[in-house]
């Protein structure tokens, strides 16, 4: 692991080894001043009363923590925007045959959880930019609610046009469920948490143990993200004006169909009641029953009303300007709202973020100075839409493709493992800092305790950043705007179901989510490193030819991904039309063999192939360059060319179908939602089966990369 | 498929294209004259009552099945043996901390099943050769109770001795749990039904479905039997002497610990008093709870006493003399005991097997004779332990091995597909049988629909028998006598969850099992054929070269294993002694890391390939001989080497540690129980890692191949 600098010397990137000694010096002045006392007591102040945006909490989180920043020493101001944030006027679940059952949607106080008998500026349980609707329709059982689960019910003889559809939570985003739903003819949607995905399944429910119980349920905003993030009534614009008239039916983010979260004790009565097949074997979840597909007996009456308002939406932002290349800015963001009490999501990240800031702070009136400007941000309505970031990023556009560097988000932390991904470019940084930490519990550096995990679950322990899907408040920065960015944290050891619930609490975080804090201080302590090594490098610490070896990867599994599916299709087609799907079905259930698909043709990577060659010349050619041996003038347009080389990858055009998408590299998929696709232009286009659009794709995908390269190659030439 | 014949000729192995047709024309009278009616009306009479072994019901079945037979003009008897077979004189099992339960053990009438009332004559819910028992422990949940379950509760810190642990049937047979169970020290062993595995999760419960309902438990044996089958106290020996006092001591196939089987009901709540940690995510089963692994706060109190008898054990033994070769036999068979009312297990596949015999019955009164000499078989004892075929067959060792060309077997039979299983040198016989028979659903043959559900299952969709493992009464004829055996029968689309309860039942059979008898009937075709083409052909229909084929193939698969494991054994090792699996575990759960493992020396396969070449060379040579060019005396002297080829693969020491078992090609898993092994010797070596015994089997496994080959080489030669 010679490459991660484990060795005595160990090397930073970005430094030169005289730098590297005094960072690391730097660092340890900055542990040493961190005070989980501070984690604990705005742990407890800030999840102590509902905070979600457009709520007077959510007003005074954001003036506790601007005001904090600005004591820091920090140049601070609050930045208000105002999209349109629905809260729900009526919510009406009911089973009107062959049982009449009225769902309760509430989640009610239980011992030991202080918070969860606060009623008064709840959110109650919903889904946000859901589409006000009243329908009454037939239930029928979906699984997760994906196109695969709608291709199975074809194949059963089973039609949700007109219907309710009943999903469960998982496999996707949960806003990909009402928009598969609505494109198959659903009429409605419900989406429930079953205990074998989030319940006593898992594990003892709260208040025993910390997983979700038979009243608990998931909020969540269903927007349609995929297509964009923020206010759905101002696209590539920020919601600035507060005097608008707006109209929900102009939003086309918006659900086609009304949606609700459910708990498993509201879902349980509902699929009791269903007949029809047995839902196949990996379509049942942990519920005491037999899952059946329906439609009906189960019919259900589903009435949802919003307030479609628009939310003033406070960011806070707050400036450390750096003393040397004030124009560069380092970025780091977590938001601070949360659908309820939020103590895990957003809090833990949240509050991490301000004592490593405060010690920023601390630093910085001690004597020392960044050289680059670092910028804190603290995110409002992120849980509806990614609102205050999309906004934020959409109302500084141009600024920030000119200075930022690059953006480093957290969001929830817990007990666990590292878990860092982003841009490849920030992967050997990355690595370093992680080796540079020591986990709390084992006193190993926290990356030696991640490949740990990796070599156990016999999984590649070489360091690699996953690329960003979606879920958090980088989507603009990385994906829109093309600023390399991370997301950083720690969890897998917590467990647990209080997500978007109103257990998510001070109680159910100090028990179950992180009892002393130690992870939370991590979390400062990863996210400090990263800050000041951005801030103070000598050089930037981007290496794009971490870019470049990534890039090749995913273009073989594209190619791979066109093969194998010619290769299936054909045996699939060929099953179809000898009659052997037919014969190896049971006569007696009903069943539809389904339609032969487009055979896939052979299509033409060589233009991407030709690209991607081009590409690893050119970022090893800029790997060569030594920084150190630069003049200064030389090192700062060699950084310019680091600094805004991520955006190359932005297509003007955008995705197909998603313009406000534009980075050719990665995207949240069209039909995951959080789940990151990669050459998503190609990728989506073959999975989607639109052959003449991935040709196309490919084409455009390699003109990005060319562009990329020939912006490498101007700057590895001296330009 | 050439092989098959599927062509316009259809020729059979064994047939000259002449009598081929002859033979064609028998079976078309054949079917003809088969009577649903039969097999409505003997199901309805024989399931009417318990027929265990050992009780009136059994008596009379067994007479009831001789007079049918004589009846049809077959020479029959009953031959009685008086093997050891306990019932059950006290079942009590109670959990008595923390709260006190005590488990019901009984399956209630249900409505709409007649005989489900019928207390009279009923075995109880237990375990055939349990031990007697009264212990008093903490409970620990177990999962399957697997060996490798064991090494997981020993890696969480968990110690079964003296404890009582509870298992959930599946993934192994059931005899394998305790016998696991007491390896490890525990003290008791209960084994219920997992929803998830047998219940509500698989479909609705009886009534309203075929599957398990909550008090529904499975009776069955416990009994070492991968020891060896049959009575307990006459291995290699039958039981005749009925004026011996049984000792259960003298019994080494006997449990060490008591054991018992329980419905959920009775589980659920045991398994939500433990406390401990959870259970691993593949452990947990479909109970509405968090399942803990224990130990306690459960504690349990067994106490199981049994009736030490021998009983009676009726064999119905009938022939049809071969008017040709009277000295060959070709044998048939099926158990009639049953649980207690036993619809499907065995009545389903005896009633098609009586309604053959009694169309060969037919047709031999016709004027028509079988060549060779048709036996046909109904086995008494079955269900505890095979004892009626095991004593009939080690009663009748000698002559069997010199006349019997095969044994064809079925047990319960249901809608579906077709199941046929058994030796290799059979293997185009039955595929030419399943192709030559036709699916009553579908109208194709059985073997092209067998094929669409392979091909479907994207599994190789060429015909081949796979090798018999145990679980029914061909056991003593392959493996311990070395007779090429078939077991056959229909199956897949009847589901259900009636195995050994009393809920296996008419009602339950007509409505969920094979509803209007067609695949009872396809049954009875599929035997019949087999039977009369055995009895008819010209010469043997055996093809050794199948034999070789699959041999080489277990061959690969066990050099595979070994090689497996050596890498496996280094990696593991290699995290255990790097500290990676004590890192990557939660510090705030119990883990031990496990011990490292012997390291896998590289074995000398040499004997093992080259006795595979030389069978391979001897199976060459004899299939080119064309039996049709020999003389009568030259095609008999051929007969008699390919039929008792397959006895040269018993060696005379056994496998080790199981001498009964001396088949070298297969027998059942020591620790699968039902699950066949392949070169069992070997692999079961490499499995437990007896490295040195695994070079001994080796040479062993060789030199019966080498015997085999030699035989063959000189029937090849012209002796």
Redesign the interface.
Known sequence: MLVYGQGPTRPMVGFTAESAQREAALEARFDQGLNRQNLQQWMKRLSAKPHHVGSPGSKAVAEFIAAQFKSWGFETTIETFYPLFPTPKTRLLEMVAPTRFTAKIEEPAVAGDETSSIKDGNLPVYHAYSTDGDVTGDLVYVNYGLPDDYRKLREMGIDVKGKIVLARYGASWRGIKPKVAAENGAAGCLIYSD?ADDG??????YPQ?P?RPAQGAQRGSVMDMPVYPGDPLTPFQAATDKNRAPDPKQAPTVTKIPVMPISYGDAEPLLRALAGP?APAEW?G?????YHVGPGPAKVHLKLEFDWKLAPTYNVVAKLTGAQQPDQWILRGNHHDGWNFGAADPLSGMISLMEEARMVGELAKSGWRPARTMVYLAWDGEEPALLGSTEWGEAHAAELQRHAVAYVNSDGTS?GFLRVSGAASLELFSAQTARDLTDP??R?STL??W???R????RPADFHLEPLGSGSDYTVFQHHLGIPSLNIGFGG?SGGGSYHSNYDSYDHYVRFGDPDFQYMLATAQLGGRMMLRLANADWLPLRVEATALAVRGWMNEVVKLADDLRVETR?KNE?IR???????A???KPYNVPEPESEVPFLNFAPLQNAVARLELATAAITKVDPAKLTAGQRLALDERLRAAEQKFLRADGLPRRPWFRHVLQAPGFYTGYGVKTLPGIREAIEQRYWKEADEQIAFTAEALIVYAQWLERAAGGE
């Open positions: 205990p006593y399944v898992q594990g003892d429910v143990g997983y047995v049942r942990g519920l005491p029953l037999t007990r519990q084992t190993v030696e305790r490949q740990a995990s070599k156990v679950a016999r050891e045996r099953l000898s009659g052997a799907m037919k014969l190896a049971d006569p007696r």
